[in-house]
């Protein structure tokens, strides 16, 4: 079974940076396409980024390029979000989840989330 468990959460200023971190475990995941996700209040859940493990091939939603870089350390099986520039528009619940693909990302149908982490951005 796959396990995602998000960690790297906080409060921060706007302007500031944080890492997120996606632990994976229950498979190998060189097969697989990892992304993260990003719920606000009231709204619904969004696609920030997403990476192919195998062949580290990456996505960006158009308001995070540039902002944002979305990694994985094969060798630990972690995929992380680095966050910089954070601006309140930013807040949310960010979810990291994984799903079976040869080639390419995606941004919909994934089958595995992880139970997600607050991101809190001050201005």
């Known amino acids: 079974q796959v396990q995602l468990v998000e960690s790297g959460g906080g409060l921060v200023q706007a302007g500031g940076s944080l890492r997120l971190s996606c632990a994976a475990s229950g498979r190998t995941f060189s097969n697989y396409a990892m992304g993260w996700f990003r719920q606000a209040p009231g709204k619904e859940r969004e696609f920030v980024a997403a990476i192919n493990w195998r062949t580290s091939s990456t996505d960006y939603a158009d308001s995070v390029k540039g902002h944002f870089t979305i990694s994985r350390d094969n060798a630990k099986n972690t995929m992380y979000l680095q966050m910089n520039s954070l601006e309140p528009e930013d807040t949310g619940v960010y979810y990291c989840?994984?799903?079976?693909?040869?080639?390419?990302?995606?941004?919909?149908?994934?089958?595995?989330w992880g139970q997600g982490t607050q991101v809190t951005v001050s201005s």
């Open positions: 989840a994984a799903d079976r693909r040869f080639v390419g990302t995606g941004r919909t149908g994934y089958d595995y």
